[in-house]
């Protein structure tokens, strides 16, 4: 797969309910993808939350996303009112696909089952309600299997998933059943991307959203006390504390703007630090984790994000794709290497 340099443009854009800051280059993002909410030919489309490319056929997100309602209707999203756009940093998919975009219907929507929650955490279900009254997730993932290929070019490739497996992840990159504070205080800096939107303005189809770009932002560690301290420190977030969610999320906050929104949702975060290293070539960086649905509106609940560890997606999508091992062996490649 090939490596990823990245040459960030750094021009903000500062948006209404949008945590997300600059302008960001699909050379830079080439395996993000929006995913609309679309139910007949002449409604106008409305963003969900944002995906990742997994393979040419499946696009990773959270059940969140798709358990969340639209217009007042009711989870579950179908696949039939589902669309994915991909190669593009432009929001407006009517009559734009060309070049490296493409539009795709949805055939499938997939959740994690039983046996890939017994498998992973060891539990039988996978949602819980909060104090808050939030319903939280373990395994907060979902795939959107495509209708029809995507195709490969400078703007569309797959994500870097670059743990070898959910059973060496337990044995080599975390500290399992451990409090991630006994071992990490510092990690380097990541980024996401995401094409966030105000919730408080899109109540309607035909409302458009406050920007049309896909935006990124440079995103700091905060370690899971502090996370912790953040959530509960807001009556309305109580619920989310860490013996719900034992050392399955990571916490990174922005330093720019304070939280989230909905569309940001299944954002992936990117670490240019994380992955192998061959040689003497420095690590190209992988998924670290997807954003999680969490409570609260767009610039409202100050909270960091929290992001699933992206190896507890593994035996979700292992079954799913049915294609051996995920992530694949990595041939030639040495011990990983972790900047911290």
């Known amino acids: 797969m090939r490596s990823f340099v990245f040459f960030f443009l750094v021009w903000p854009i500062v948006c209404r ?35 990742t490319i997994i393979d040419d056929l499946h696009i990773l997100t959270t059940e969140y996303c798709m358990v969340t309602p639209v217009n007042g209707k009711p989870p579950f999203q179908t696949p039939d009112v589902l669309k994915i756009w991909v190669g593009s940093g432009f929001r407006d998919i009517d009559n734009k696909e060309g070049g490296d975009a493409q539009l795709r219907d949805v055939s499938e929507v997939l959740l994690p089952s039983d ?23 373990y ?15 400078k703007h569309v490739i797959p994500a870097r998933f670059d743990v070898r497996s959910y059973q060496d992840s337990q044995k080599q990159y975390v500290p399992w059943k451990r409090k991630l504070d006994e071992e990490i205080d510092w990690i380097p800096d990541c980024f996401m991307a995401g094409w966030g939107y105000d919730e408080t303005k899109i109540q309607k189809l035909h409302e458009k959203p406050n920007s049309q770009r896909l935006l990124f932002n440079r995103l ?42 909905p569309g940001d949702h299944g954002a992936p975060l990117y670490c240019p630090w994380f992955g192998f ?64």
């Open 17 to 51: 309910g949008l945590e997300l800051g600059w302008t960001a280059s699909m050379s830079n993002w080439p395996f993000i993808a929006a995913i609309f909410h679309k139910p007949k030919d002449k409604d106008l489309p409305k963003l969900l939350c944002t995906g």
């Open 115 to 137: 046996q890939d929650l017994k498998k992973t955490i060891g539990i039988g279900k996978n949602n819980f309600t909060g104090g808050d009254g939030f319903v939280y997730r």
């Open 220 to 261: 700091k560690f905060t370690p899971r006390s502090k996370c912790d301290l953040a959530y509960c420190s807001n009556c309305s977030l109580c619920g989310n504390s860490t013996e719900h969610l034992p050392n399955i999320y990571w916490c990174f906050s922005s330093q720019t703007w304070p939280d989230t929104c």
């Open 277 to 340: 290293q061959r040689g003497n070539i420095k690590t190209v960086g992988a998924i670290f984790g997807i954003l999680s649905g969490k409570p609260g509106t767009c610039n409202k609940a100050r909270v960091p994000g929290k992001f699933t560890a992206i190896w507890f997606a593994y035996n979700f999508i292992e079954r799913v794709l049915n294609k051996g091992k995920f992530p694949p062996p990595i041939a030639e490649l040495g011990d990983p290497d972790w900047a911290y």
């Open 139 to 153: 395994l907060d993932f979902s795939i959107l299997r495509l209708d029809k290929e995507i195709l490969y070019n």
